[in-house]
């Protein structure tokens, strides 16, 4: 009975050991337990009770007091970063107003600027293509005179000939050089009209010639003071 006894107080000893060397493992392992707690425990086991400071537990109170009971630290100063990011945002956001309605105004006056340009372009190519067309005009009358002077000094039979193609291409060019000859010299050329096609020529010549001159008479009559309702 007694070894009996004896061995299951030994395995329970044992098994408390071990148990005990494995939790003190464990609190070394974890960092929970080092030499110098280790050293206190035994003075505390012999009767020793450790000192303790007196600043410590005011330190300790005054780490561990609730961030809660503090007053917010910052508000105010967030509050004026605030109010100054928006009146500097208000400032910037008048300043693109300012720049835009800069821009309209500067694109208003190129605006105005190019249309003044191109009216001005306009006039200046108006009064060039007059310009030109007159310069044309007195070339015209300057060659025309010229051959006016050419065609009267050849023999009929030339002059013919020339006035003859000149109804082919330009038949009012034809009758204006017929109109401004010299009737008797206007009349030879005409004679020298005598093949059937020619002959055609020479009848639509006088009818032009003759319808110009019942415009002219028409004309000079509607301006004649002496015109009056009977």
């Known amino acids: 009975m007694l070894p009996r006894l004896f061995n299951a107080v030994a395995a329970i000893a044992l098994a408390t050991l071990l148990a005990a060397g494995g939790f003190v493992g464990f609190l070394f392992g974890t ?32 780490t ?22 928006q ?6 956001t008048e300043r693109a107003v ?10 208003d ?5 190019v249309v003044q340009e191109q009216e001005r372009l306009a ?27 050419l065609v009267s000094g050849l023999q009929p039979r030339q002059a013919k000939e020339h006035v003859f193609r000149l109804w082919q291409k330009q038949p009012a060019d034809a009758v204006r050089l017929l109109t401004a000859m010299d009737e008797s010299r206007a009349k030879r050329i005409l004679e020298q009209f005598k093949t ?17 001159g019942s415009e002219g008479h028409a004309s000079a009559s509607g301006k004649t003071n002496g015109a009056a309702a009977p």
């Open 64 to 85: 561990s007091a609730p961030a809660a009971a503090e007053p917010p630290v910052g508000t105010e100063a967030e509050v004026r970063n605030l109010r100054k990011r």
């Open 123 to 149: 006039l200046e190519k108006a009064e060039f293509a007059r310009q030109r067309e007159k310069v044309k005009e007195a070339a015209r009358d300057e060659g025309f005179q010229k051959e006016l002077d």
């Open 196 to 212: 059937p096609d020619e002959l055609q020529v020479q009848t639509d010549l006088l009818e032009q010639i003759r319808l110009q």
């Open 98 to 107: 300012r720049d835009l309605e800069a821009q309209r105004r500067l694109l």
């Open 109 to 113: 006056q190129v605006l105005q600027h």
């Open 87 to 92: 009146r500097l945002e208000m400032l910037a």
């Open 31 to 62: 960092g929970r337990l080092n030499a110098s707690r280790l050293e206190a425990m035994a003075g505390v086991l012999r009767g020793e009770l450790p000192e303790v400071k007196a600043s410590e537990p005011e330190r300790v109170n005054m």
